[in-house]
């Protein structure tokens, strides 16, 4: 039997039991409640009906009290009879006459009814006016419990039937949805997730469906889900497997017990040994060659499982193909899902071209650290050359100030002199090596190869060697090894230059004892060795790693307490390397060191070999230049006014040598073509026109005259330059006096003495001719002047005296005649110190000075060179 | 034919009562004038007669008829051995022989003209043609005096009845096509209080002393003097006093009722009125 029927069945015998059972209940009520009703209706009644009663009473109207009584028996149904009795024995009464209402006798029975009979006093103002006897209609009650019963039993049982029709009809829709839900979970089950069901009846039914529809909807999504999250994980899968496969990185992984569970393709390439060969092995298989590796990375893993995360360590490693490599092993346990420690995976790093390019690198820092050093050296040697520079420097012009000093001693100022060209020599050195040094660095030193007399060359430095030993209190010993060669094809400057290092350093460094040249000559490789040693205070073995490095010296205290540039070695090893030598050292501490230049003796055609030292050569005798008078015209044309001045001073002491000083080529120029010159000196380097732009335009333009170069620039290469041009000869700057006048002598003629009262040409005027009107204002006056300085110095009026002197400093210059500048200055010198007889002395130059001027105005006017 | 059956009845029923009278009857009848409703009539006089049978052994059943003068009718048929009611002494009833026992102490009463408060009658002369409603044709203030004074007065009114005292007042306080009560003015004034009813009063007689005890010549003096006692010295009675301010207390009278004796020279003012008044019966 389906449901519906047994829901039917049990709700209708239910209902029918609950019906019957209420409707007794229900009877028995309404019987009580038509026995209370009847109480009720009897109090209201009597309530109503007593005070009327009394006042018809009172009145004795008992006709109207029987009417009363009757007409509630006809309005009260329920009573069967009303009987009032008076005290007096009077009564009144009605009967309701109405007949049985065919009620069934066994629903009478159902009922313990009984006629109901109520006596009520009447009273009013405490006066009784009898009784009132009312008697209920027991059939009447029943009757009216009768009609309501069938009424209630019809409307029951009509409302049972409409309560079962609901009843099945709601169960019916609603089992049907419950078929449907049934039929859709069976659909879903059989994998149709698209079925829903329309939310439809009793709101249980519309939850139960909507609770199946999310349910639906919640799987459809979480199966659309999951095979996407399958998709995705098998995705995943296949790019873990591919990204593992084609790292190019040599990775594997193992389990817990050591053994391969997988590698990649680069593990494979990496060691040569296929996959199928280690997986379900252990690292002894793959190590079988090396069982030493093979046990250290077997313990590696046991300490990263007895401490899991991440192990990193490097390796040196041989593959059983025999390559070696150096390894960074870098491994880490993983985990199971279950969070535990399942196994090891592991990637190798080759660092084989790292480690190989960390040792190149490191040899760059370390040559970056040299270099670096390097400079802090040239640092140093800045510093020190600023030192050594300067130190001479200020020696010059603190003895050139006292050489101003008008009451310096004549030895004082001897001395001076002689320091100011000491310490000028000394200089000129220093910059000699510094631009030997930078030649050699550009690879422009000009190296002579020539045969050079050894011990020619040995007695220079020896003379030399000995002055200078001999002023230390040492001894200086040349001890030639024979045989030797007498010649060497070689440079002999920079030989001696080199040498006289090596013996100036030893003396220098030499307290007592002895320094000694020693030469030897060794057949076997044809080198000839110059050794000096000495007995100084040695060099450890730092030192004399760093002695041949440019600009060091054996530490900064040495500098500091024997002086030098420590330019000295480093160019002597690079000269004796342009040499096609070298210079090695022998050292030890507070005992002594000994210097080898070691230099090839060269092809020269006849040698001789000496057994004993030769006599030394006989030297020439000097000629005293300085004393030699010289006639003729200078052009000097030279920018640099000390140069000017230098020149102007060297050429004075020549005597009778009209000298025009223009500061540029282009004055040169023009004053060469408008009159010659016996000799031109042509500064090299010169704004607006240089000498060699100048002398080209000369020579161009005809001009015959010996022109000598003024350079700095002595490089063979230079000097041939300035020969190709035109230049007839060169001076080289710094000038030395020497060179200077075997040059002068070279174009010009000496002169007899006693012929110097030469004409003085003014500069203006060679400038410029135009400005002689200017000069010859300047000239004619000259006499007015000579006068007042002379009656000043007698007068001791030194104010007038600078006054005069003063005004003949400042037009002096200004219209050509320089000297008679330099002459006011020094008389105003002699004003400031007072000294008459200096002044006088210095007047009477000026004297001569003037007459020159006025002898040689006349010329320069008429633009006739004194020695056309 | 009912109705015949009826009186019958009803003859029957009276018939013990109507015969007892001419001996010592175990019971007597006390009549009471209509002033209020039968019902709180009883209620005011059972109590009081009660009590009497207590004390005296004498029983008075109270009866009355629905209105005053069928109550008077009944006296006058004499069906009341005792009445309380002052309609008794016209030339012609004061032959029935009724004599004054006893009084209720208090002012005398007086009747009234009386109209709405707001009603534009200022002077009694304009009643003349005018509504004015009276308790009952027998009433002596309500009636009897004031018709007296208007006929004297010139004045002519359309005469309704209202049954009783109160019955007059409420009918000129509800009804607009009344113009006019004439009443009893001790009756007026404590049914104003109690019903706060506002009015004017036009016209006042002379003082009256208020309704009387009178009894039937036919009881014996014995009784008579008891019933006059008892009642005279009610008020001295605690039981008795307490009746009797009940009974006030049910007709809003705020004085206690007080029984005095009295007779019958003390109404001659009726008695002259009845004599000289211009009224009709």
């Given amino acids: 039997m389906g449901l519906l029927p047994r829901v039917m069945l049990t709700v209708s015998l239910v209902m029918c039991l609950s019906f019957v059972a209420i409707f007794f209940v229900f009877l028995h009520d309404q019987a009580d409640e038509a026995q209370r009703r009847l109480d009720m209706e009897i109090d209201s009644m009597v309530d109503v009906i007593s005070p009327l009663m009394v006042e018809q009473i009172v009145i004795g109207d008992f006709a109207t009290i029987n009417q009363l009584l009757k007409s509630q028996i006809e309005r009260n149904q329920s009573f069967k009879s009303i009987i009032w009795h008076s005290d007096s024995g009077t009564k009144l009464s009605a009967q309701s006459s109405r007949s049985a209402s065919g009620v069934p006798w066994w629903f009478s029975n159902l009922f313990t009814l009984h006629n109901l009979t109520k006596n009520v006093a009447i009273q009013l103002g405490g006066v009784s006016y009898g009784e009132l006897l009312i008697v209920s209609d027991k059939d009447y009650i029943i009757a009216k419990i009768w009609h309501r019963a069938i009424q209630i039993f019809l409307f029951g049982l009509g409302v049972t039937l409409l309560l079962l029709l609901a009843i099945g009809y709601l169960l019916r829709i609603n089992l049907s949805k419950l078929g449907e839900l049934a039929k859709a979970t069976r659909q879903f089950e059989a994998g149709d997730y698209s079925v829903r069901i329309n939310e439809a009846g009793s709101p249980e039914l519309r939850e139960a469906t909507h609770a199946f529809n999310n349910m639906a909807n919640q799987l459809e999504k979480l199966f659309v889900e999951l095979e996407a999250s399958r998709h995705e994980v098998n995705e995943q899968l296949h790019f873990i497997e591919e990204l593992f496969a084609s790292i190019p990185l040599p990775i594997f992984y193992k389990d817990r017990e050591g053994i391969y569970l997988d590698v990649n393709r680069a593990w494979e390439e990496f060691f040569g040994v296929s996959r199928e060969t280690i997986v379900g092995h252990t690292v002894y298989r793959l190590y079988e060659h090396d069982l030493d590796t093979a046990r250290i990375h077997d313990e590696k893993d046991q300490e990263l499982w007895a401490q899991p995360g991440v192990q990193v360590y490097e390796r040196q490693i041989k593959t059983g193909e025999g390559k070696e490599y150096a390894t960074l092993y870098s491994k880490a346990t993983f985990t199971n899902t279950e969070g535990k420690v399942a196994g090891i995976i592991g990637l190798i790093t080759d660092l084989t071209e790292l480690k190989a390019a960390e040792a190149r690198a490191q040899q760059a820092l370390m040559e970056k650290v040299s270099a670096e050093t390097a400079n802090r050296a040239k640092s140093t040697f800045l510093a020190n050359m600023s030192h050594e520079i300067r130190t001479p420097l200020t020696a010059i012009i603190g003895f050139a100030e006292t050489l101003l000093d008008s009451h310096a001693e004549q030895q004082d100022r001897i001395e001076a002199i002689q320091t100011i060209i000491r310490s000028g020599k000394h200089l000129q050195s220093i910059i000699s090596d510094i631009l030997d040094l930078s030649k050699i660095e550009a690879d422009r030193l000009d190296i002579e190869t020539i045969p050079v007399e050894l011990f020619e060359m040995l007695h220079d430095i020896s003379v030399l060697a000995e002055l200078q030993a001999a002023e230390k209190g040492i001894r200086f010993l040349l001890e030639p090894c024979f045989p030797l060669p007498q010649k060497i094809l070689s440079d002999p400057t920079r030989i001696k230059q080199i040498l006289m290092n090596l013996t100036n350093n030893a003396i220098?460094?030499?307290?007592?004892?002895?320094?000694?040249?020693?030469?030897?000559?060794?057949?076997?490789?044809?080198?000839?060795?110059?050794?000096?040693?000495?007995?100084?205070?040695?060099?450890?073995?730092?030192?004399?790693?760093?002695?041949?490095?440019?600009?060091?010296?054996?530490?900064?205290?040495?500098?500091?307490?024997?002086?030098?540039?420590?330019?000295?070695?480093?160019?002597?090893?690079?000269?004796?390397?342009?040499?096609?030598?070298?210079?090695?050292?022998?050292?030890?501490?507070?005992?002594?060191?000994?210097?080898?230049?070691?230099?090839?003796?060269?092809?020269?055609?006849?040698?001789?070999?000496?057994?004993?030292?030769?006599?030394?050569?006989?030297?020439?005798?000097?000629?005293?230049?300085?004393?030699?008078?010289?006639?003729?015209?200078?052009?000097?044309?030279?920018?640099?006014?000390?140069?000017?001045?230098?020149?102007?001073?060297?050429?004075?002491?020549?005597?009778?040598?009209?000298?025009?000083?223009?500061?540029?080529?282009?004055?040169?120029v023009r004053a060469a073509l408008k009159s010659a010159y016996d000799l031109i000196f042509m500064d090299i380097q010169m704004p607006v026109m240089d000498g060699v732009e100048a002398t080209q335009i000369l020579r161009s333009r005809d001009y015959h005259g010996p022109i000598v170069a003024l350079t700095a620039n002595t490089m063979k290469t230079d000097i041939a330059v300035y020969k190709e041009i035109g230049c007839n000869d060169f001076v080289a700057k710094p000038i030395d006096q020497k060179k200077l006048y075997e040059v002068i002598l070279r174009y010009m003629h000496p002169v007899a003495e006693g012929e110097d009262e030469s004409a003085i040409i003014s500069q203006l005027l060679v400038n410029d001719a135009d400005m002689s009107d200017i000069v010859q204002l300047f000239i004619d006056g000259l006499d007015e002047k000579l006068q007042e300085l002379r009656e000043a110095i007698e007068g001791q009026n030194w104010q007038q005296v600078r006054f005069v002197a003063h005004n003949l400093k400042g037009t002096g210059g200004g219209v050509g005649y320089p000297m008679v500048t330099e002459v006011a200055i020094r008389l105003m010198i002699h004003a400031e110190q007072t000294d008459q007889q200096a002044a006088n002395s210095t007047l009477q130059e000026l004297v001569t000075l003037t007459k020159r001027i006025k002898s040689g105005f006349p010329a320069a006017s008429s633009g006739v060179s004194a020695n056309g | 034919?009912?109705?015949?059956?009826?009186?019958?009845?009803?003859?029957?029923?009276?018939?013990?009562?109507?015969?007892?009278?001419?001996?010592?009857?175990?019971?007597?009848?006390?009549?009471?004038?209509?002033?209020?409703?039968?019902?709180?009539?009883?209620?005011?006089?059972?109590?009081?007669?009660?009590?009497?049978?207590?004390?005296?052994?004498?029983?008075?059943?109270?009866?009355?008829?629905?209105?005053?003068?069928?109550?008077?009718?009944?006296?006058?048929?004499?069906?009341?051995?005792?009445?309380?009611?002052?309609?008794?002494?016209?030339?012609?009833?004061?032959?029935?022989?009724?004599?004054?026992?006893?009084?209720?102490?208090?002012?005398?009463?007086?009747?009234?003209?009386?109209?709405?408060?707001?009603?534009?009658?200022?002077?009694?002369?304009?009643?003349?043609?005018?509504?004015?409603?009276?308790?009952?044709?027998?009433?002596?203030?309500?009636?009897?005096?004031?018709?007296?004074?208007?006929?004297?007065?010139?004045?002519?009114?359309?005469?309704?009845?209202?049954?009783?005292?109160?019955?007059?007042?409420?009918?000129?306080?509800?009804?607009?096509?009344?113009?006019?009560?004439?009443?009893?003015?001790?009756?007026?004034?404590?049914?104003?209080?109690?019903?706060?009813?506002?009015?004017?009063?036009?016209?006042?007689?002379?003082?009256?002393?208020?309704?009387?005890?009178?009894?039937?010549?036919?009881?014996?003096?014995?009784?008579?003097?008891?019933?006059?006692?008892?009642?005279?010295?009610?008020?001295?009675?605690?039981?008795?006093?307490?009746?009797?301010?009940?009974?006030?207390?049910?007709?809003?009278?705020?004085?206690?009722?007080?029984?005095?004796k009295a007779d019958d020279s003390e109404y001659e003012n009726y008695r002259r009125f009845y004599r000289e008044t211009v009224v009709k019966n």
């Fill in chain 2, 1 to 260: 034919m009912r109705g015949r059956v009826l009186f019958l009845v009803g003859l029957l029923l009276t018939a013990p009562l109507l015969t007892s009278a001419a001996s010592e009857p175990e019971v007597y009848y006390f009549g009471v004038i209509n002033q209020r409703s039968i019902t709180l009539t009883a209620r005011y006089w059972n109590p009081i007669l009660a009590y009497l049978e207590r004390r005296s052994g004498i029983k008075l059943r109270l009866k009355m008829g629905k209105t005053a003068p069928e109550t008077t009718a009944m006296t006058v048929r004499g069906e009341h051995d005792f009445v309380y009611t002052n309609h008794l002494f016209s030339k012609e009833r004061d032959k029935l022989g009724f004599r004054v026992i006893l009084h209720m102490q208090g002012a005398p009463i007086r009747s009234t003209i009386i109209v709405r408060e707001d009603s534009r009658i200022q002077r009694l002369k304009e009643l003349n043609g005018k509504v004015v409603v009276f308790p009952s044709a027998e009433a002596f203030v309500g009636y009897w005096v004031p018709m007296d004074h208007l006929l004297k007065s010139g004045l002519t009114v359309k005469e309704v009845f209202a049954g009783n005292q109160e019955g007059a007042m409420a009918r000129l306080r509800n009804d607009r096509a009344v113009d006019a009560a004439a009443v009893n003015k001790l009756v007026l004034e404590r049914y104003a209080a109690r019903e706060n009813f506002r009015y004017r009063s036009l016209w006042d007689s002379e003082p009256y002393f208020n309704i009387p005890i009178m009894v039937h010549p036919r009881v014996n003096k014995a009784t008579i003097d008891k019933v006059r006692q008892v009642l005279a010295d009610m008020a001295n009675d605690p039981e008795g006093k307490n009746i009797l301010q009940t009974s006030a207390a049910l007709i809003k009278q705020k004085k206690p009722i007080v029984f005095i």
């Fill in chain 1, 508 to 668: 220098k460094f030499t307290e007592r004892g002895e320094v000694t040249l020693r030469v030897r000559y060794n057949p076997q490789t044809d080198k000839i060795s110059f050794e000096v040693h000495d007995t100084g205070i040695g060099l450890s073995n730092e030192q004399q790693s760093k002695l041949f490095n440019p600009f060091t010296q054996a530490d900064i205290s040495t500098t500091r307490q024997y002086g030098g540039t420590g330019l000295g070695l480093y160019l002597s090893r690079q000269l004796a390397v342009q040499l096609g030598g070298d210079i090695n050292v022998n050292s030890q501490q507070a005992k002594g060191s000994c210097f080898t230049l070691l230099l090839p003796v060269g092809q020269i055609a006849e040698q001789m070999f000496l057994q004993q030292q030769p006599a030394y050569p006989t030297p020439e005798p000097q000629v005293e230049i300085v004393n030699t008078d010289v006639r003729g015209t200078v052009l000097v044309a030279e920018d640099n006014p000390e140069n000017q001045k230098l020149m102007r001073y060297y050429l004075s002491k020549l005597g009778a040598v009209q000298i025009s000083l223009v500061e540029n080529g282009e004055q040169a």
